[in-house]
C-alpha cells in the first residue's frame, strides 16, 4: 500500500491481516449488498470469487465500474462499487475499498 503518513517509520507496528479473513469479508459484503439492494440470497450453483490486483486494478474491470457501477458506502471504512450485468441480474463486479487503503475485487457468476 505504500507510504502513506507522515509519522516516523521506526514507530510504526504492522497489523497482519490474514487473505483469508479478507475473503471472508469480501463476500459477506457482496452477499449482504444482494440481499439489502435487491432481495435475493446468492445460493448454488451461484458462487463469489475473490481477487486482489495491483494498485489501479485491471483496466476493464475499472470502465465497467465507472461506467455502469453503483455506489454503496459506508465511509471511511467500506466503499462498495457494483455493476450488474444487464442479461442476468446474478452476474456481477464488485470492488470493495477498505479504509481507502486496501480494494478487493469479486465476481458473482453461475460458473462454480
Do not use: C
Amino acid at each position: 500500500m505504500g507510504d502513506r503518513w507522515g509519522d516516523i517509520p521506526e514507530e510504526r507496528t504492522a497489523i497482519l491481516i490474514p487473505k483469508k479473513s479478507f475473503e471472508r469479508m469480501t463476500e459477506k459484503i457482496v452477499r449482504g449488498i444482494y440481499y439489502v439492494a435487491d432481495g435475493i440470497y446468492i445460493e448454488p450453483p451461484s458462487t463469489v470469487s475473490f481477487f486482489v490486483f495491483p494498485e489501479g486494478g485491471i483496466a476493464e474491470w475499472n470502465e465497467t465500474l465507472d461506467r455502469w457501477g453503483e455506489r454503496f458506502a459506508l465511509e471511511p471504512g467500506i466503499v462498495v462499487r457494483r455493476a450488474v450485468s444487464h442479461e442476468d441480474h446474478l452476474s456481477s463486479l464488485f470492488e470493495i475499498t477498505f479504509w481507502m487503503q486496501f480494494k478487493t475485487y469479486a465476481v458473482v457468476s453461475d460458473q462454480p
